[in-house]
């Protein structure tokens, strides 16, 4: 099993639509969680980081399950520029050796 | 404000050769860090280094080679190029390393071909 694992997709959706996706990890003593967000042939670049209360950001919204060991990234009203990959990462406790997943493309449609 | 930036952005080179990717950020941040994507992989992280002249492997290490003798700067060495090790290679920098609100800044990347 991997340590971090995502859908990897792609998840087609109209303008407008809210679109989900999870992320579990399997390492219980984690930490820090966060989304990130890469562009075709680009660097990753922080979305957000996920607090344990949830949180949101604009049409962001994160929320952590520690009982289930995944993480969630909701994006509602999504548009054509959120066409990208979130990449899910995950640090252990007392660690920077973050875990990333593989990532979940999603391409939103006009 | 340049940030994090790194060199060369492309290379080709042959099976072993000795190849020096460079990274350099301009944020005095503590950390920094190295990892390479590749197909079917997240970002796996070959080594970081949480101040000068201090350096750690990662999950990926064997192969690579890092130094660090001046805050700003961090490059990776390929001892002896395998055709495994093509790949894009990210630098990141961070302030303070692993908290819940730390961010990773990373460079453009270095696509990396060997042949």
């Known amino acids: 099993r991997k340590e971090v694992e995502q859908d990897p997709g792609p998840f087609n959706v109209p303008e407008g639509a809210t679109v989900a996706f999870n992320c579990t990890y399997s390492n219980s003593a984690s930490q820090s969680f966060f989304w990130y967000r890469q562009d075709c042939r680009k660097e990753p670049k922080l979305l957000m980081s996920?607090?344990?209360s949830g949180n949101e950001d604009g049409r962001f919204t994160a929320q952590l399950n520690r009982a289930s060991q995944y993480i969630s990234l909701l994006i509602r009203d999504p548009k054509l520029s959120d066409s990208a990959t979130y990449l899910c990462?995950?640090?252990?406790?007392?660690?920077?050796?973050?875990?990333f997943g593989t990532g979940t493309r999603l391409k939103v449609l006009a | 404000d340049a940030g994090i930036t790194q060199s060369p952005r492309y290379k080709i080179t042959e099976t072993g050769r000795q190849v020096t990717l460079m990274c350099h950020q301009t944020?005095?941040?503590?950390?920094m860090f190295w990892y390479r994507q590749d197909l079917g992989h997240g970002l796996r992280l070959i080594y970081y280094s949480a101040a000068a002249d201090i350096t750690d492997k990662g999950e990926v290490p064997d192969g690579y080679v890092v130094s660090r003798s001046k805050t700003e700067n961090f490059p990776l060495t390929l001892e002896s190029a395998t055709r495994s090790q093509t790949s894009v290679y990210f630098c990141a920098s961070s302030p303070n390393g692993a908290s819940i609100t730390d961010t990773q800044y990373f460079g453009p990347g270095t696509r990396l071909t060997v042949l």
């Open positions: 996920v607090y344990s």
């Open positions: 944020w005095s941040h503590s950390y």
């Open positions: 990462v995950v640090g252990p406790s007392g660690t920077y050796k973050y875990i």
